[in-house]
């Protein structure tokens, strides 16, 4: 079983686009919350941001899994060659690869407090989709916007789970602020989620916005859904004000979902994989410098 998750993982979860994804979103989202807190002056990754970072990238695999288990039946038909419909891992590795996995993170964040509770509603929750899901069929896949709406607060859910973890290592209460830098990084996934699935000429039974919004209105949703995570940033951390220049960097990455908009609207069938993949790591890693040239070490 051991070898068939590893397998399972270099052919579904894709570290070498994964991991940049999920520790930069630890991290980088992180040091956002710093940016926005008046009450931190001083910020450096810790031995509580190691926690969350293994937390992260173990609950990105082990929804992984639970997608593919939910998607079994449409990756049959439309997907054969994947890791489950080509038997090259079993539904019960899956399922056994949850279950531990879920353990492990559980004790592995033992006495974190909120963190805990956050992490194991985001759990539970994500659970129950992919049971609804299965058991009931709802929401239907034809429905994208209902899709969307219930699978998004799984991401904002382990946003929150950051949020925890960096409150508990400042010693901080919630704010609105950090409630608000949850908002933006979850509008700035959507940039992802649109612009992945914007093509001219959707593969057979491939479940795209475009049926929806047409071509050209999901390339503009994700470079819209980009340009306002940047925005409420912006308004967040006030790079205008005296000594806050560097949080003029947050703008930055919005350079490449603006090449995949160009790129879409000059003839190409869908949007470019490279600037598409790496916006989310870029946005997160240019609040990560923000971070600690403001309030880190060379802050």
């Known amino acids: 079983m051991i070898r068939r998750w590893a397998s399972y993982v ?39 941001l190691l926690v969350t ?3 992260v990238v173990l609950a990105m695999l082990l929804m992984r899994g639970l997608d593919d288990i939910r998607d079994l039946d449409y990756d049959r038909r439309y997907n054969p ?12 590795d899956l399922v056994t690869m949850v279950a531990v996995g879920s353990a492990v993170l559980l004790v592995l964040n ?16 994500t659970a129950a989709v992919i049971a609804l899901d299965r058991l009931a069929g709802w929401p239907h896949p034809d429905r994208l916007g209902l899709q969307l709406a219930v699978n998004l607060p799984i991401q904002t859910l382990l946003s929150l789970y950051v949020y925890a973890g960096f409150l508990r290592a400042e010693s901080l209460g919630p ?29 057979p039974g491939e479940r795209t916005y475009v049926t929806v919004l047409g071509p050209s209105g999901t390339s503009l949703a ?65 609040f990560l410098a923000v971070g600690l040239l403001t309030k880190g070490t060379f802050g």
């Open 10 to 48: 270099g052919a579904a979860y894709r570290p070498s686009v994964q991991l940049p994804y999920t520790i930069s979103w630890a991290i980088g989202l992180t040091a956002l919350f710093a940016c926005v807190t008046g009450a931190v002056t001083q910020w450096r990754p810790d031995a509580e």
């Open 53 to 55: 970072v293994v937390t």
């Open 81 to 92: 060659g994947r890791p489950l419909p080509s038997g090259q891992v079993r539904e019960r």
């Open 110 to 125: 033992t006495g974190r407090g909120v963190a805990l509770v956050m992490l194991a509603v985001q759990m539970g929750y």
């Open 175 to 203: 704010s609105v602020a950090g409630i608000v830098a949850v908002v933006a990084v979850t509008a700035g996934a959507l940039c992802l989620e649109f612009g992945r699935k914007a093509t001219r000429r959707p593969r």
């Open 222 to 286: 994700a470079l819209a859904a980009a340009v306002t995570a940047t925005a409420i940033v912006l308004v967040s951390i006030e790079p205008w004000q005296p000594g806050g220049g560097w949080g003029w960097l947050v703008l930055v990455p919005l350079v490449l979902p603006a090449i995949s908009v160009a790129r879409f609207a000059a003839g190409a069938v869908r949007w470019p994989v490279t600037p598409t993949l790496a916006y989310i790591p870029a946005m997160y890693a240019s």
